[in-house]
């Protein structure tokens, strides 16, 4: 498994992610876009981080 630099500056628990370092609860990348899939948010619910990337190691009963 590939070693990845932790971003302080990102806090994120998305293990699932392909940019999560796994090691801890930071995001390696440089800076995530931020986003949502609602025309009038109104929760955390409704944003989404536009970054995330399936990691396959963890994608369950994909074959
Ligand atoms: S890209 Fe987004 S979801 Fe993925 S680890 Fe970074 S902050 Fe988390």
């Given at each position: ?50 970054s ?12």
């Amino acid at each position: 498994m590939e070693n990845k630099t932790a971003n302080y500056c990102i806090a994120c628990t998305v293990t699932q992610c392909r940019h999560h370092v796994k090691t801890a609860n930071y995001c390696a990348l440089d800076k995530v876009l931020i986003g949502t899939h609602e025309e009038n948010p109104t929760a955390s619910e409704c944003v989404d981080c536009e970054s995330f990337a399936a990691d396959k190691s963890s994608v369950q009963g994909s074959l």
